[in-house]
């Protein structure tokens, strides 16, 4: 179940991790329970996780280019 509160916190947690020294592991333990928290399933989770990785990536390559 993706809403507006998922979107929100990928957005914020993927700008803390391009812009302060956070650490990955601290942050996905806490998406983890917000989420699951608000009503979200472990399979979003997962894909909060992916979708997460991918913007950190894509930020990445945008820098090689």
């Known amino acids: 179940m993706k809403d507006d509160h998922y979107y929100d916190l ?4 993927t700008d803390r991790l391009l812009t302060k020294n ?5 942050e996905m333990e806490g998406v983890k ?4 928290s608000s009503g979200h399933d472990l399979d979003d989770v997962k894909n909060f996780k992916e979708e ?3 913007n950190i990536a894509d930020f990445f390559s945008g820098l090689a280019t």
């Open 10 to 13: 990928l957005k914020e947690v």
């Open 52 to 54: 997460l990785n991918k």
């Open 33 to 36: 329970n917000i989420l699951l």
């Open 22 to 26: 956070t650490n990955i592991t601290e």
